[in-house]
């Protein structure tokens, strides 16, 4: 996994072996260790991004980069569940990392109130083993693609319209990117419905693909979309093939 590459030798400390006693008896020490030797980019902290955020903390990653430029609105509350009513205009990478830090101080947050553009993108990905989407919109997808498929890093695209949500597991190398299956012309509408509970199972999908990803535990979708209909709460998963003409073959 691209994201142990580091020679530094981690450990955990007795409170570390504590906090994680449950998921000890799932993964071992190794697999918990493997967890904080990675770091994550989390690609807008939104509904999507705020979930992933909060159970990557939780899981104990060693850092987690929160990219977002937008600032709390009322209307992101029903969802977008680090956000709370007092945190009103406030930028959401810092709305996010108080209440992240409260939860795991073992946890480095590093919040960047940027929006993601082809100007940040490499510096940005450059500072991480694996990326998370949380964006909302196709064409910062795209960008961020991109980036991460030409630094060889893994990007675990999530995103969800209403009842319906996908999840697809990209590793540059083995599988095809995400403009292999989307047209970049794509463009998203300004206002997605979202609803909660949606947004947390698909997050919560996004996040289990990152967690055996890096713990080896498992078995990763890797080059499959994962599509989840909550309407009637069917799950399929569909084989990805690799576009002849793309740039990442
Ligand atoms: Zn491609």
Redesign the pocket.
């Known amino acids: 996994m691209s994201g142990c590459s580091s020679a530094e030798v981690i450990e955990l400390t007795p409170s570390e072996l504590l906090r994680y006693e449950r998921q000890l008896l799932l993964f071992g020490v190794e697999g918990q260790k493997k967890l904080k030797k990675t770091s994550v980019m989390i690609a807008g902290v939104g509904g999507l991004g705020s979930f992933e955020a909060l159970y990557l903390t939780a899981l104990g990653v060693g850092k987690l980069v929160l990219v977002d430029g937008d600032t709390v609105e009322d209307s992101n509350l029903n969802r977008q569940i680090l956000h709370w009513t007092d945190d009103i205009g406030k930028p959401k990478p810092i709305s996010a990392a108080e209440k992240l830090r409260r939860l795991n101080p073992n946890v480095e947050i590093v919040p960047v109130t940027e929006r993601i553009t082809r100007d940040n993108v490499d510096d940005l990905v450059k500072q991480v083993d694996i990326v998370i989407d949380g964006l909302d919109n196709w064409e910062a997808r795209f960008i961020l693609?991109e980036a991460a498929?030409r630094a060889g890093k893994p990007y675990i695209h999530a995103g969800i319209y209403g009842f319906e949500g996908q999840v697809v597991v990209i590793v540059p190398g083995e599988t095809?990117?995400?403009?292999?299956?989307l047209p970049p012309s794509l463009k998203s509408p300004s206002k997605i419905p979202a609803v909660g509970p949606i947004v947390a199972l698909v997050g919560s999908i996004a996040v289990t693909e990152l967690m055996k990803l890096v713990t080896g535990m498992g078995e990763v979708n890797k080059g499959k979309m994962i599509v989840v209909d909550a309407y009637t709460m069917d799950m399929m998963k569909i084989e990805l093939r690799?576009?002849k003409d793309?740039?990442?073959?």
């Open positions: 693609d498929y095809p990117c995400l403009r292999c299956l690799p576009r793309c740039k990442c073959g």
